[in-house]
């Protein structure tokens, strides 16, 4: 079982910064991949970037070039350093982990934490 703790969100102003923050319970070095996901009221939750244990990384077009992802395998932990935030990036941001065993995928959600950008 794998618990995920993010923290880091709140309130800022329109082209401010915030840090996220995703804790693991276990080594994240055997998870797969570790993610950032958001969702919107009355939105679906989508994507908005992912790191996987080799090091790739993908993100969602809409946080191209403000956001970056990245980890800290000797702390468990996973980031995602948000700049020049737009109220449109205003959300619950939850903290995913994924790992891929030979009878199929197991997913791990973290409880999510909001981020509101205010105009």
């Known amino acids: 079982q794998v618990q995920l703790v993010e923290s880091g969100g709140g309130l800022v102003q329109a082209g401010g910064s915030l840090r996220l923050s995703c804790a693991a319970s276990v080594s994240i070095r055997s998870i797969n991949t570790m993610g950032w996901y958001r969702q919107a009221p009355g939105k679906q939750r989508e994507l908005v970037a992912n790191?996987?244990?080799?090091?790739?990384?993908n993100y969602a077009d809409s946080v191209k070039g403000r956001f970056a992802i990245s980890k800290d395998n000797a702390k468990n932990t996973m980031y995602l350093q948000m700049s020049s935030l737009k109220p449109e990036d205003t959300a619950v941001y939850y903290c995913?982990?994924?790992?891929?065993?030979?009878?199929?995928?197991?997913?791990?959600w973290g409880q999510g934490t909001q981020v509101t950008v205010s105009s």
């Open positions: 995913k982990a994924e790992s891929i065993m030979s009878w199929g995928t197991l997913e791990y």
């Open positions: 790191i996987g244990s080799g090091g790739s990384i």
